[in-house]
C-alpha cells in the first residue's frame, strides 16, 4: 500500500484559547487520490486546510500529534521553511478568484511571481511557462491575456489563472476550498473537468473542500464528512453516500432536492446523477 502524502493526527484547533473550532481530528491523503471534506458551513473545513499549512491568525492555537507531508512533520517547521512549501509542494486555491488576486497586477505578473519565488528561471524561459500555464487552464489567447488585470476577466477565466497560479510551483498536493462555488452550473463543470485532467496529467494529488455533495461524489476517491469541527463519517462515495451511517450524513442526503420529493426515495434515488465512475 502507498505511504501517505499528507497525514494529520489529533488536529484541533482553538481560537482565543476556548473556542474549539476542530476538535481530535485525523485523516490521511495519498498521493494522486482526490480526497474531499464535506461538510455546512462554519464545520470546520477550511480552517483543517489552513491549519495544515499554517495560516491561522494569531488568536488560533493548533494543537496535533503531527501533520506530516511525506513523514516530514510541518509543524516543526519554521516560518521561513514553511514558506518553501507554501506555493510550492502544497498549491492552494481560494473560493472568491476576485478577492485573492492583486487588482493592480496583471494576471501575467502574478503568475510569473510564483515561479520567482520558487524556481531560478530566466526572463524567457519565465514567460513560456507562463504561457504554458495558462495554456494548461485553457485561457484562450493566453498570450493576449497576460497584460490583462483580474477585472477584465469573466469569473470562470479569474478562476482558472488562481489554478494557473497553484499549479506553477508544481505542487505534490492541490487543495481546492470551494473552488466552483460563486460560479454558475456550467462553469463548475468546466473547472472540476479541468482539475480532474490536470490531475491525471501530473499524478498531484487533489484535497476539495466543499458543502456540494453532488460535485463531490462526482469527483472524489474518498470522502469525509465534518461536523461542528469533529469528522463523523469517512469511506468511499458508494459507501457514505448510498449507506450513510451517522444521521448527520443521513440529514444532508435528505436535504438534496428530489426529482419528486413526494416520494420517499432512497438514498441512491436522491443523486441520480452520482456514483457513475
Not at 49 to 67: C, M, T
Amino acid at each position: 500500500m502507498k505511504s501517505p502524502l499528507l497525514s494529520v493526527e489529533n488536529l484541533s484547533v482553538t481560537f482565543n484559547h476556548q473556542q474549539k473550532v476542530v476538535d481530535d481530528l485525523s485523516f490521511f491523503i495519498y498521493p494522486g487520490e482526490t480526497f474531499a471534506l464535506v461538510g455546512e458551513s462554519g464545520s470546520g473545513k477550511s480552517i483543517t486546510a489552513l491549519s495544515v499549512l499554517r495560516l491561522l491568525p494569531n488568536n488560533a492555537k493548533i494543537n496535533a500529534e503531527a501533520i506530516s507531508l511525506q513523514g516530514d512533520n510541518l509543524l516543526k517547521r519554521t516560518e521561513f521553511e514553511l514558506c518553501k512549501i507554501r506555493g510550492r509542494r502544497i498549491g492552494l486555491i481560494f473560493q472568491d478568484p476576485m478577492s485573492s488576486l492583486n487588482p493592480v497586477m496583471t494576471i501575467g505578473s502574478q503568475i510569473e511571481e510564483v515561479l520567482d519565488i520558487h524556481f531560478s528561471l530566466s526572463k524567457a524561459a519565465s514567460k513560456a511557462r507562463v504561457l504554458e500555464l495558462l495554456q494548461q487552464v485553457e485561457i484562450p489567447n493566453p498570450e493576449k491575456r497576460l497584460k490583462d488585470y483580474p477585472h477584465q476577466l469573466s469569473g470562470g477565466q479569474r478562476q482558472r489563472v488562481m489554478i494557473a497560479i497553484a499549479l506553477a510551483g508544481e505542487p505534490e498536493l492541490l487543495i481546492a476550498d470551494e473552488p466552483t462555488t460563486s460560479l454558475d452550473v456550467t462553469i463548475q463543470a468546466q473547472i472540476l473537468a479541468l482539475l480532474k485532467n490536470i490531475q491525471q496529467q501530473t499524478g498531484m494529488a487533489l484535497w476539495l473542500i466543499s458543502h456540494d455533495l453532488a460535485l463531490v461524489s462526482t469527483i472524489a476517491d474518498r470522502v469525509a464528512v465534518m461536523q461542528k469541527g469533529k469528522m463523523v463519517e469517512t469511506g468511499l462515495p458508494q459507501s457514505v453516500f448510498n449507506n450513510p451511517q451517522h444521521p448527520y450524513t443521513r440529514k444532508l442526503i435528505e436535504a438534496l432536492p428530489s426529482i419528486n420529493s413526494c416520494l420517499n426515495h432512497s438514498y441512491q434515488e436522491k443523486l441520480p446523477l452520482l456514483l457513475v465512475k
